[in-house]
């Protein structure tokens, strides 16, 4: 039993740590992808446009 207890630890501890370094990077992805997407203005418009268009060729 103690002889699993020793990586299970370690193994807590390396999630934990890659936890706390991904949580600020996950929450701003979030807060952006949160938007409406792609913006339809301007650059976005264009190529949304552009794709559109080459889709149907």
Do not use: E, H, W
């Amino acid at each position: 039993m103690s002889s699993l207890l020793a990586p299970a630890t370690i193994a807590l501890r390396m999630f934990l740590l890659a936890a706390m370094l991904m949580a600020p990077v996950a929450a701003m992805a979030y807060s952006k992808a949160a938007g409406l997407g792609i913006g339809k203005q301007g650059a976005g418009l264009v190529l949304f446009v552009t794709l559109q268009r080459q889709s149907m060729t």
